[in-house]
């Protein structure tokens, strides 16, 4: 069978050379091992680049990669990126902040007041469509000082699948790399990839 290449835009556009990584142009990033993808994954991260990984986007998979390494509770997720200052929040749906509310005991009003209206979308996992918000960054439930979610156990999707990032393609994902354990999972994801597509090349 012949190899099929994936194209990635987010790879494309990247600078190998700001990085000393010059090297790596054309390689298959599925073959990069030890320092090679250490390194490239430290400089995608510096960039705040994400990947596009050809796994389908269901709620197995995702949970396959998110349960192969662990949060270190850096808290990136839920504080302002400096790198993408433009950034509205954190998109949660309607029903997502009505179950914090009542979680919190608070009037959903008084949560809706601190959010911003945002879209009429496909729930990813549940293929419904509903309405989402946009909760402003910091996290209003980040506590700082002790690294931690004060609504953990009824955080959003998009909270307890991150670094992972829904693309509106449900024939992938994207990973965020500016953290360790996006890192972890970029190559676990990898390793599937591998697997299920031996032939496939996502060149750099």
């Known amino acids: 069978m012949d190899g099929t290449t994936y194209e990635s835009e987010e790879i494309f556009k990247f600078d190998l050379e700001k990085y000393g990584l010059a090297r790596l142009e054309g390689r298959n990033i599925l073959t990069l091992t030890g320092s090679d993808m250490d ?8 960039d705040d680049i994400s990947l596009n990984v050809p796994l389908p986007c269901i709620p197995a998979t995702v949970q396959e990669i998110l349960t192969s390494s662990e949060c270190r509770r850096c808290g990136k997720c ?8 433009s950034s509205p929040g954190i998109e949660a749906f309607k029903e997502e902040l009505e179950e914090i509310a009542n ?6 009003e008084s949560l809706k007041e601190k959010t911003a209206v945002g879209k009429y979308v496909l729930h990813p996992f549940k ?10 960054l910091p996290c209003p439930f980040y506590d700082s000082e002790n690294k ?3 609504v953990h156990s009824v955080r959003p999707v998009v909270c307890r699948i991150y670094p992972i990032i829904l693309t509106g393609d449900n024939s992938e994902f994207s990973i965020k790399l500016n953290c360790d354990y996006g890192k ?3 190559i ?3 390793k599937l990839v591998r697997q299920s597509k031996p032939d496939l090349e996502i060149n750099l």
């Open 184 to 186: 972890d999972l970029l």
């Open 78 to 85: 839920c504080i302002p990126n400096p790198l993408n200052p």
């Open 39 to 46: 390194n490239l994954l430290e400089a995608l991260g510096n």
């Open 103 to 108: 979680y919190l005991q608070m009037p959903f």
């Open 188 to 190: 676990e994801a990898f």
């Open 148 to 150: 931690e979610c004060r």
């Open 127 to 136: 293929g419904n469509l509903a309405f989402t918000r946009w909760m402003p």
